[in-house]
DNA sequence: CTTGAAGCTCTAGTGACTATAGGGATTATC
DNA sequence: GATAATCCCTATAGTCACTAGAGCTTCAAG
């Protein structure tokens, strides 16, 4: 039987949070010892892991939830899971395409100023104040 | 003189975000009618679009915050706001990097399976059971 | 002068935690 | 068995940049 404090040194997820995925119903309600402290078994370790895994590959709790509730159920076929993967991959890939936009607006801006002129005279500035100096949309 | 309907019109930002940047300190605050309305002239309307022209490059309240106060100077060397535009695009392109590797893993997980297995077989249950089954960190 | 749109303030909710306060439990040492 | 250090408990509030709603007042058109 594991402690909280255990489990939060086994996987690296911080003792509040663990406290936290019990509340968003991510870890079942954990026994308790005599004296009202969590104790854990080999499964719940398991469990974290996996929870941790999917938040490092940035799938929201509303997502784990769902896999979670499909993992309980081994023979059903694996559609629903796929395609929380899948969306969750297109949902990357669109910020991705976003953040490359920003990325090539503001090297274009930083690249036009190098901190040797007046606020008055800044591309930075002037850029911030006029859109239509921008090389796209945002 | 404008309403802040009138401003929210012309700049595309909402009417509850114009009152809550006034309540930022990025807009100073609004001269008021009779009847205790906000009435807006040119120079916040620009104000509001060089605000929002920040934001809509990923810039923070405080980043632009502090971009307002050196545009008041505009006698200033323009290093620090060069600074804030130079740190912002570090910042983007660590993003970009993360969520690459995260693709990477994404696409490899979900190339495995293709919803045709049980869920006890499914590639995408077993990689977020097991790290190990990953090709690099995240 | 009436009506409906627009404005006002204040509060609370979003997501995924993190921090703090003010206590009780457990464990190691003496 | 006492004590101290560490751990754990609950509950609440704070983070960021908004957004939504309640309940009220003001404005502009007809
Ligand atoms: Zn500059
Ligand atoms: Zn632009
Ligand atoms: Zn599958
Ligand atoms: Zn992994």
Redesign the pocket.
């Known amino acids: 039987m594991l402690?909280?404090?255990?489990l939060?040194r086994r996987t690296g997820v911080?003792?509040?949070?663990i406290?936290?995925y019990e509340q968003m119903g991510l870890l079942d309600a954990a026994e308790r010892?005599?004296?009202?402290?969590?104790r854990y078994e080999r499964t719940d370790l398991e469990r974290l892991a996996f929870i941790r895994h999917a938040?490092d590959l940035g799938l929201?709790?509303?997502a784990i939830r769902e896999l979670i509730a499909l993992s309980q159920h081994p023979n059903l076929p694996c559609a629903d899971a796929d395609r929380i993967a899948a969306d969750h991959l297109s949902a990357v890939r669109e910020k991705i395409e976003k953040l490359k936009k920003l990325e090539e607006e503001l090297a274009r801006i930083v690249s036009h100023c190098d901190g040797g002129h007046s606020i008055e005279e800044c591309y930075v500035i002037r850029s911030l104040s006029d859109h239509g100096l921008c090389g796209g949309e945002h």
Chains 1, 2 share one sequence.
């Open positions: 402690s909280i404090g255990d939060s911080k003792v509040p949070t406290r936290y010892s005599e004296g009202n402290q969590r938040r929201d709790i509303q």
